[in-house]
Nanobody
Framework: QVELVESGGGLVQAGGSLRVSCAAS????????MGWFRRPPGKERAIVAG????????YYVDSVKGRFTISRDNARNTVYLQMNSLKPEDTAVYYC????????????WGQGTQVTVSA
């Protein structure tokens, strides 16, 4: 059974940084595209960043380009999202999940981790 466990969220001031992590189990991690998604208050969940199985290809939505970096450690079955220059509009519950090659969700999620950015 696939299990994804996010950690590392918290409260940070605007302009600050956070790194969230996602530990995966129950799958051959190195074979899967992975992504970070977020659900802002009152809005739907949407992808933020994605990474290919070997880490050679990444994807970012325009609103986070240049500020967020996705990475993975296949030896540790973990995917990371480094978030710099955080803005209040980045406030959301962040989830990791499996994605397709076109960065769509395949419906597997962790429980999420709350990131709150104060002005």
């Amino acid at each position: 059974q696939v299990e994804l466990v996010e950690s590392g969220g918290g409260l940070v001031q605007a302009g600050g940084s956070l790194r969230v992590s996602c530990a995966a189990s129950g799958l051959i991690f190195s074979r899967f595209y992975m992504g970070w998604f977020r659900r802002p208050p009152g809005k739907e969940r949407a992808i933020v960043a994605g990474i290919s199985p070997d880490g050679s290809d990444t994807y970012y939505v325009d609103s986070v380009k240049g500020r967020f970096t996705i990475s993975r450690d296949n030896a540790r079955n973990t995917v990371y999202l480094q978030m710099n220059s955080l803005k209040p509009e980045d406030t959301a519950v962040y989830y990791c999940g499996l994605t397709t090659k076109a960065w769509g969700s395949v419906g597997r999620w962790g429980q999420g981790t709350q990131v709150t950015v104060s002005a």
